[in-house]
């Protein structure tokens, strides 16, 4: 049976100007995909016009609520006692969105309610990664 939780996630996108733009966003995981937390923005807030959805791991985010962490299209860190900030590279550009470390905290407490540190099942995961992948080949 499939388990998917979802919490909305209030995010300040930092500008340019230094100004904080408050930036409605989701947080998701799914037993589907025990490995990943997904982050979903709006179609109206989106270049595209369009849902955006950036999926990274949800060890990424464990270890980014506490320090520095990330490399690629992601980076997350601890942004003083109660913020934290997710970095985001597109080649579109970067966006940088702070968000509250507690919620953070009690999404990932939620996450684990539903599959346990250590507990991923990878075989299902894999097995729809490489149909995709191949297209059924």
Avoid: N
């Avoid at 998917?4 to 209030?10: D, F, I, M, V, Y």
């Avoid at 369009?50 to 060890?59: A, K």
């Avoid at 985010?61 to 992601?74: I, K």
């Amino acid at each position: 049976m499939t388990v998917t939780l979802e919490q909305p996630a209030r995010a300040l996108l930092v500008t340019a100007e230094d100004r904080e733009v408050p930036v409605p966003a989701s947080l998701r995981y799914s037993s589907d995909d025990p490995l990943a937390v997904h982050l979903d923005f709006p179609a109206d807030i989106s270049l595209s016009g369009s849902t955006v959805t950036w999926t990274f791991s949800r060890d990424l985010l464990e270890e980014g609520v506490q320090a520095p962490a990330g490399t690629g299209d992601v980076h997350i860190w601890p942004c003083g006692r109660s913020r934290t900030v997710v970095e985001l590279h597109s080649p579109y550009g970067m966006a940088l969105l702070q968000f509250d470390t507690a919620a953070l905290k009690r999404f990932l407490l939620r996450s684990y309610a539903v599959v346990a540190a250590g507990r991923e099942e990878l075989g299902p995961a894999l097995d729809r990664g490489l149909t995709t992948l191949l297209g059924g080949v």
